[in-house]
């Protein structure tokens, strides 16, 4: 069984900084992409970024040059580093993973951290 464990959110000002962690555990899968998405209050889910097995990287343009996404492939563990977070960051973040197992593709999700940018 995977699973996908959040870590990170919270509370800060605007302007502050987070860093929001995501780790894979069980056995017998490998892992593709790895991704963040985030959903407020009345909105759709948007991806936010989103990292290939060898670290190409794409982002969403509202968080373009702000936040940097990471993974490090031997701890099964994605990154996500927020910076000059903004009110209209908040929202609650997911993580997600393409695994592959037993030669079948599936898309796993966390069970999503709350992010609140407020003074």
């Known amino acids: 069984q995977v699973q996908l464990v959040e870590s990170g959110g919270g509370w800060v000002q605007p302007g502050g900084s987070l860093r929001l962690s995501c780790a894979a555990s069980g056995s017998g899968f490998s892992i593709n992409a790895m991704g963040w998405s985030r959903q407020s209050p009345g909105k759709e889910r948007e991806l936010v970024a989103r990292i290939t097995s060898v670290g190409s990287t794409t982002y969403a343009d509202s968080v373009k040059g702000r936040f940097t996404i990471s993974r490090d492939n031997a701890k099964r563990t994605v990154y996500l580093q927020m910076n000059s977070l903004q009110p209209e960051d908040t929202a609650v973040y997911y993580c997600?993973?393409?695994?592959?197992?037993?030669?079948?593709?599936?898309?796993?999700w966390g069970q999503g951290t709350q992010v609140t940018v407020s003074s």
């Open positions: 997600n993973a393409a695994i592959m197992t037993y030669g079948n593709a599936y898309d796993y």
